[in-house]
């Protein structure tokens, strides 16, 4: 796994209390070549041998700034994963009409689904290596393509996810010019058996709601494919090249 990552790796996953977070967690503290992990989390997770634990919030940048320099003390790093997201809390779900527009739903899905992997961004990516192989991937969504979308809806939660996928072009044009061996994509993970699924799982046809540790191996099975020439792209979790 991640064989185009240098020996001894070392690895950040923002987002470690998520169902698909963790089971990325696990699955990197069982890679034998994954020399480092750090796992963050709104509460930190607790510190094992392979394990450190860290508090950020993505609506507090100081929180992020921290946890970067804390990290980078270490040296550098050469995965950053971005395992968090929304789409609906107790009191808001994705709408399904301009009618249900809401300014501070829309703010609060933004500033978490794009903002927030945005500031990640800001402070992880000038810990890259500079002359190995590195890898920054944030989990996007297929409905966040703009030439994908034949159903509307879910304005907000669509409209976030194309942002993001906008900056995470942007970072690997940015990231290509002083890191050539750096990769920034976004990632679909499928349709995973999640809180954040959970509500919308009804119409989902038999076999393709993916368990978190299955979405988790074959999307880091697609991080260990990736090549230079790959960053800025999109790609799901069977590998395909997802249209912005
Ligand atoms: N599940 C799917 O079917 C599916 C499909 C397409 C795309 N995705 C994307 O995959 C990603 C992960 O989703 P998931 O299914 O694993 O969802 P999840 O289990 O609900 O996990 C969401 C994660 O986001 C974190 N988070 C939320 N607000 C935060 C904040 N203010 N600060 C820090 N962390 C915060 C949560 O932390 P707490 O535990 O502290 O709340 C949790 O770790 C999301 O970007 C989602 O859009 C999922």
Redesign the pocket.
């Known amino acids: 796994m991640l064989e185009n990552l240098p020996e001894n790796y070392r690895a950040v996953v ?10 990325m967690v696990a699955a990197l503290a069982d890679d034998p070549r994954c020399a480092g992990l750090w796992a ?4 930190a997770p607790e510190n094992d041998d392979k394990i450190t634990g860290f508090a ?5 940048e100081a929180s992020i700034e921290a946890a970067a320099e804390a990290i980078g003390q270490d040296g550098p790093v050469h995965l950053v994963l ?6 609906h809390t107790d009191t808001f779900g994705p709408e399904r009409s301009w009618r249900e527009l809401d300014a501070a739903t829309m703010a609060e899905v933004f ?3 794009t903002i ?2 945005a500031l990640i961004a800001k402070h992880l990516l000038d810990l890259m290596p500079r002359d190995e192989a590195a890898i920054f991937a ?6 966040g393509s703009i030439g994908d979308n034949r159903l509307g809806g879910w304005h907000s ?1 669509r409209s976030s ?1 194309a942002a993001l996928n906008m900056l995470i072009r942007n970072f690997a044009i940015e990231l290509g010019r002083k890191r050539k061996q750096a990769i920034c994509v976004g ?11 959970e509500p ?2 009804r119409g989902v046809p038999e076999g393709k ?2 368990t ?1 540790e299955y ?1 988790a191996e074959k999307l880091l099975g697609v991080l260990s494919g990736l090549e230079a020439s790959d960053s800025g792209q999109a790609f799901a979790w069977d590998g395909q090249v997802i249209a912005w």
């Open positions: 923002f987002g470690a209390s998520g169902g698909i977070g963790a089971a963050g989390a709104r509460n950020f919030d993505l609506s507090d971005v395992t968090t997201g929304i789409l500033a978490l689904n927030g992997p944030a989990l996007s969504a297929r409905v939660y996810k990632l679909h993970p499928g349709t995973v058996d999640t809180g954040l699924s919308f799982q709601l993916f978190p979405s």
